[in-house]
């Protein structure tokens, strides 16, 4: 069992809309609390935690292969950037395994399983608006690639070379980051805390995502400092050929669940 009593009480609610459960606001060393919760909730339950893992590292290695296959490569980068978006819908085990840590209770498959059912419709909900996220974020950056490339990508072999050692990678990659952090932005101030608290409460997509939104305005620079974070972790994991993805997506996970309770208060 995880304790976060310890740093989560000192921690004051601020003032939020009525409807929504009392927002904390925090220090900015609060990210790295998160991530040493989330690391002992690895070591209490490693099976489930690496098993996420290692899906997440099949999973990656499909997608390529699958867009390799297809002579769609050139969708490679942003799909691995996009997997940020829909990061929170997948980790909903994750999220669950913590909860029951936190509990005492011993985590297994079924009860992650069974936990989906809890609010599935919410959940399904906020799972929808991330997917239509990714696919606005995949048809923008299909405009981009071909506003740089034309309308004939590179073939994969030839991919590397093309889009970072051409005349065009400069700019190709700064407006590309910078739309990409716009859209990025978006998802993770409706999204940092929405599926744990949809989980953990009975309340609707809207409240939660307000809720999450209320988050990111009450604490601004921790939240800075936590999306870096989750950013470099993920972008670390898939720079490892997507081998650290085994590592990288328990523990943010984890950590994402410990960011929730330390700054989403008891309903009014």
């Not at 923008?140 to 034309?150: D, E, G, P, T, Y």
Request: aromatic letters at 12%; glycine letters at 8%.
């Amino acid at each position: 069992m995880v304790d976060m009593t310890s740093f989560r009480g000192s921690s004051q609610p601020t003032q939020s809309a009525a409807y929504l459960p009392p927002i904390r606001a925090v220090g900015t060393d609060r990210p790295w609390l998160w991530l040493s919760a989330a690391w002992r909730d690895m070591m209490a339950a490693p099976f489930i935690s690496f098993g996420y893992g290692a899906l997440a590292v099949v999973s990656s290695f499909l997608v390529v292969a699958g867009l390799s296959m297809l002579d769609m490569a050139y969708l490679i980068l942003p799909m691995a950037a996009g997997f940020m978006l829909l990061g929170p819908l997948f980790a909903v085990g994750l999220y669950e395994t913590s909860r029951l840590l936190e509990l005492g209770e011993r985590p297994t498959f079924g009860k992650l399983l069974a936990a989906y059912q809890r609010n599935g419709m919410q959940i399904a909900g906020i799972g929808l608006v991330l997917m239509l996220a990714l696919l606005a974020w995949i048809r923008v950056a299909f405009l981009i690639f071909a506003l740089f490339f034309s309308a004939s990508p590179p073939a994969f072999d030839q991919l590397v070379d093309r889009i970072f050692f051409s005349a065009e990678t400069i700019p190709f990659l700064l407006i590309g980051t910078i739309v990409g952090a716009v859209i990025a932005a978006g998802v993770f101030s409706i999204a940092v805390v929405s599926i744990p608290l949809l989980l953990d409460r009975d309340t609707d997509v809207f409240t939660a995502m307000a809720t999450s939104a209320a988050v990111v305005r009450e604490n601004i620079r921790p939240m800075i400092g936590w999306a870096f974070l989750v950013a470099l972790f993920t972008s670390a994991g898939m720079v490892t050929g997507f081998l650290g993805m085994a590592l990288a997506f328990p523990l943010i996970g984890h950590a994402s669940w410990h960011c929730y309770r330390d700054l989403v208060g008891q309903a009014r």
